[in-house]
């Protein structure tokens, strides 16, 4: 069965700070995909990254980075210089590539990480 | 581009009645659609694997009689909470993958719908 962990439940920092939340995850699967996902207040999931358990290259998109280990089974997410708009839960998730008998498979959750920043 | 909508936004419902949920892709085409639950707080929780033309696959421990679930069209799924009670409120969310992409490309996440049975 598929696991992902996030064990920070809530992380609290002043703007411009930087910050990093941990996703650890278990699976059996040699082929899978991980996801990040900022949900704001709204409710409306936000997609940031989808990476495939091949590619463990790191991968930065602005203030934005995500460290992918296989080693460690961990994708962390790291912002950089935090801003009050990056107040949201993040969940990370995980894929496993195909069900068996085939088809597309839904996604497991961590339980999220609420990021607060303070101005 | 990929955009995915649901109606209605929120819905309140006495104990008893239906409550039917519509996901639609608004510029693509869906053969797999995604339904969640998320409890306030809490993480979002797969109830089942809606695909056109064939019948939804449920998670375990998610009735199948109570939530019935419809993929009539590559761009619409139903999910109809039947005899809805107070422990059914929750947000229930969509998703939906590209047919274009392969079974394992990204999901597009509708903005959620929120049931609160009194």
């Known amino acids: 069965a598929q696991k992902v962990t996030q064990a920070q439940t809530e992380i609290s920092v002043v703007e411009k700070e930087d910050v990093t939340l941990d996703c650890v995850y278990e699976?059996?699967?040699?082929?899978?995909?991980l996801f990040w996902y900022k949900q704001p207040p709204s409710g409306e999931l936000v997609f940031l990254i989808r990476?495939?358990?091949?590619?463990?290259q790191n991968e930065i998109s602005g203030r934005y980075s995500w460290n992918f280990q296989k080693s460690t089974s961990s994708f962390n997410f790291t912002i950089t210089a935090s801003q009050v708009v990056d107040s949201a839960v993040y969940f990370c998730?995980?894929?496993?590539?195909?069900?068996?008998?085939?088809?597309?498979?839904?996604?497991?959750f961590g339980k999220g990480t609420h990021l607060i920043i303070q101005p | 581009g990929a955009v995915v909508s649901q109606h209605p936004s929120w819905v309140i419902c006495k104990s008893g009645t239906s409550v039917k949920i519509e996901c639609r892709s608004l510029?693509?085409?869906?053969?797999?659609m995604f339904w969640y639950r998320q409890f306030p707080k809490q993480s979002l929780m797969l109830m089942a694997t809606?695909?056109?033309?064939?019948?939804?696959?449920?998670e375990q421990g998610v009735e199948k009689d109570k939530f019935l679930i419809n993929h009539a069209s590559l761009t619409l799924s139903t999910l109809t909470v039947t005899s809805a009670h107070p422990e059914d409120s929750s947000f229930y969310i969509c998703?939906?993958?590209?047919?274009?992409?392969?079974?394992?490309?990204?999901?597009?996440f509708g903005p959620g719908t929120r049931l609160t049975v009194l």
């Open positions: 998730a995980l894929s496993e590539a195909y069900r068996s008998g085939g088809g597309a498979d839904g996604l497991t």
């Open positions: 699976t059996r699967d040699t082929t899978y995909y």
């Open positions: 510029d693509f085409q869906a053969t797999t």
């Open positions: 990476r495939n358990s091949f590619d463990e």
């Open positions: 998703s939906a993958i590209p047919r274009s992409g392969g079974a394992t490309d990204t999901q597009y």
């Open positions: 809606s695909n056109e033309g064939s019948k939804a696959t449920y």
